[in-house]
């Protein structure tokens, strides 16, 4: 140490870090009797226990862009300034003209980072009245409210389309009078009866919150509200709902069906009984969750059968595009190509080229084209500037394989669009394909019974579009435009467009933009219920070099990906640098953590949250603090992991690793059949592990825990 060198130590005083800097000398640092220790950990708290709301409006957020009423806003901010100095009347007069006024815009910000209903928003502004702004309020309205209720069943029939429009706004703009809690109620009834449940379960829950004087029956309201969260599929808000019927009305009985009877047991039969158990139901459904702990092969079993599908011209071709200005940046060896899986079959789609699998055989069903011609396309600049890795998925339900893709016959077409295909499952026959021209599909497709929701793009467009295709014939039923992206630039100076996520939440549907915005999508209304805003800084700049080094998650092809469960839902977006647990009944963030952008969620249990990038992380799901992790020799993108109850199992360029949930720990290494690869995706399915590299697709025998291992012969390489 030079003589004179600044020392800059760091003190931990009363929880609290105290920066001191001293000038220091050697000599004077040798005489310091105390020993100085090797090495010092700190834990340093990263989420805090209640997440500030956000300064600025959520319309204003960087990244994803959404339009909004200003005008509204406006006249929003003026009430809300009245009422602050209990101006009433001006305030009143506001809220009223508010409510009057046509909207430019479904949606207005609040005040915690979310946009939602312009009418819910001016509701909830309504009911934030103190109980001087109430008076107020029943004063200039109450004997108007009555007139216009009266005459609604006077000019309309009660159950007419009419009469509902009628009613909703007087619902909107008196309820806080002595006649809102009967226009709810109605309306509640209405939206029951045609299967809106979740909009019946708002319309009684405000009510029970805003109309603590209501002459109707309160036992009647909460037992029509815990049905309609049961028939609106949210039975985490139906159990807690059916409990308080159990605390506040003890023995009390409602007539149903023309029977006097026990609310609290009849509500809990109609609970799904694999709902019981939030936790266990809410991961039934990934495939990359398993129940039962399982134990890797024995080191010298041999794989129950392997399918090699990169062609010697294509890693040629993939060797030269490590040279091309246009191709370096993609990191095309690392690339692992999507899975899908039922319980019979694997397909996959490498590049366009979609191919089945017979999962007990690994004999090769169909492909859509030959592996070989791939070379050809991938020596071509065009496919370079138009192909976005992110955006080939492939899904399959009934007898459908559904696939996002360039044609090869559009391949090397300047600015070439991906299509939606759909595939017979068992034959590989095309059934259909979009051929909107222009439009790009961009997204894994989501199948709900006999209905597809999509995201796609005008080519020239930065505006993102959900879409509902029909199954069977992939036309369009309906539509919502949701917003515009803010594209960040590729090596080459094309858009680079995010790949959005859909997940199904009982009747609504949840899109994640990957670029700053979370959608909750009302299916049945086909309507935004609201939209969760949070900053998503974007690289716009051009200035690109040949030689530069691409990204971690580049070389990782890391995804954005979310998990639900019990109402809370964790999810980080691809290239962000925070990961989120969100309260989608309360809407409003438990907690948020910052995270290196290559880190990809890959599953969720009872106790923490996994990342994944060169390294397992596992937080805790309550506070977001680290619990452990652990480096592992990850080389290539399919970033996932399979979770029993005991072990996560993580395929990488050195086998499959095994760790331990507890302490990190790596358990075992099964090095497998695929030696020369760098990796990949991972799932286990009808007792087999299935390992999808950047090369093969490879299936080694499971065992459950506690079992004997088997060792199998391989059968000949399809």
Not at 455 to 460: F, K, L, P
Request: some cysteine; glycine content about 6%.
């Amino acid at each position: 140490m030079d003589k004179g060198a600044p020392i800059i130590c760091l003190q931990f005083i009363n929880d609290r870090f105290t920066l001191i800097i001293g000038w220091l000398i050697l000599p004077t640092l040798l005489l310091i009797p105390r020993e100085l220790p090797g090495q010092v950990a700190v834990e340093v708290g990263v989420a805090e226990a209640a997440v500030q709301p956000p300064e600025t409006s959520p319309h204003k957020i960087p990244g994803f862009s959404i339009s909004v009423d200003e005008k509204k806003l406006n006249l929003l901010d003026d009430f809300e300034r009245y009422v602050r100095h209990q101006m009433w009347e001006k305030a009143l007069t506001t809220i009223k003209d508010l409510s009057a006024s046509q909207s430019s815009s479904a949606l207005l910000p609040t005040q915690d980072g979310f946009l939602i209903d312009a009418n819910q928003r001016i509701f909830r502004a309504l009911t934030s009245l103190p109980p001087e702004g109430r008076e107020a309020y029943r004063l200039f309205y109450d004997g108007k409210a009555r007139k216009e209720f009266a005459e609604l069943s006077e000019k309309h029939p009660l159950y007419s389309a009419d009469a509902e429009k009628r009613a909703t706004e007087i619902y909107y703009q008196y309820f806080l009078t002595s006649i809102g809690d009967e226009v709810a109620d109605l309306l509640g009834n209405q939206a029951f009866e045609r299967g809106d449940f979740l909009q019946a379960a708002e319309y009684w829950r405000s009510i029970l919150e805003h109309h603590p004087d209501t002459s109707l029956p309160e036992l009647d309201l909460n037992v029509k509200h815990a049905l309609a969260l049961i028939r609106g599929a949210r039975t985490e808000r139906a159990a807690a709902a059916i409990e308080v019927i159990a605390q506040q009305f003890p023995g009390q009985k409602v007539t149903l069906g023309g029977n006097a009877l026990d609310p609290v047991p009849y509500l809990r039969s109609l609970l799904p009984q694999q709902n019981v158990s939030s936790v266990a139901s809410s991961k039934s459904n990934d495939p990359k969750s398993v129940s039962q702990s399982f134990q890797l092969p024995e080191s010298d079993s041999q794989p129950h059968w392997q399918l090699h599908f990169l062609d010697q011209s294509v890693e040629q071709a993939l060797q030269n595009s490590q040279s091309d200005y246009y191709g370096r940046s993609k990191s095309y060896a690392t690339y692992v190509p999507p899975i899908a899986v039922d319980q019979q079959h694997a397909y996959i789609n490498y590049y366009g080229v979609c191919f089945g699998l017979d999962l007990k055989s690994g004999k090769l069903l169909w492909r859509n084209a030959k592996f070989k011609d791939l070379g050809n396309h991938l020596n071509n600049y065009s496919f370079h500037q138009s192909s976005h890795l992110n955006q080939y998925h492939i899904a399959v339900s009934g007898d459908y394989v559904l696939a996002t893709l360039i044609p090869q016959k559009e391949m090397n077409r300047y600015r070439a669009c991906f299509r939606l295909v759909a595939y017979q499952k068992k034959t590989g026959k095309e059934v259909w394909q979009t051929s909107v021209n222009n439009e790009s599909y961009i997204c894994e497709p989501l199948v709900v019974a006999e209905q597809i929701y999509t995201i796609s793009h005008q080519q020239n467009s930065k505006q993102l579009n959900l879409s509902c295709l029909s199954l069977k014939t992939g036309k369009k039923e309906w539509g919502i435009p949701l917003g515009s992206v803010v594209a960040g630039s590729s090596t080459n100076g094309m858009e680079d467009m995010p790949s959005p996520v859909l997940k199904l939440n009982g009747e609504s549907l949840l899109v994640l933009t990957n670029n700053g915005a979370l959608f909750d999508i009302s299916l049945s209304g086909r309507s935004i219920n609201w939209v969760f805003r949070y900053p998503y800084p974007m690289n716009q700049t051009t200035s690109n070099y040949y030689y530069a080094a691409a990204k971690e998650e580049v070389q990782l092809h890391s995804r954005g990906q979310m998990y639900c469960d019990n109402n809370l839902l964790y999810f980080k977006e691809e290239g962000a640098s925070e990961v989120y647990a969100l309260d989608l009944a309360a809407k409003k963030v438990v907690w948020k953590r910052p995270i290196k952008a290559a880190a990809q969620l890959v599953g969720i249990d009872d106790q923490n949250v996994y990342l994944l990038s060169r390294e397992l992380e596992a937080l805790n799901r309550e506070t977001s603090r680290l619990n452990w992790a652990v480096s592992l020799p990850i080389a290539a993108g399919g970033l996932s992991a399979v979770i029993d109850p005991q072990h996560a199992w993580i395929f990488t360029s050195r086998g499959v690793f095994e760790i331990s949930k507890s302490n990190g720990d790596i358990l075992d290494i099964y090095r497998g059949h695929d030696l020369s690869s760098l990796g990949g995706t991972i799932r286990l399915k009808q007792g087999l592990m299935l390992c999808i590299s950047n090369q093969a697709v490879t299936a080694y025998p499971s065992t459950p825990a506690g079992k004997q291992k088997s060792k199998e012969t391989p059968t000949s390489e399809p």
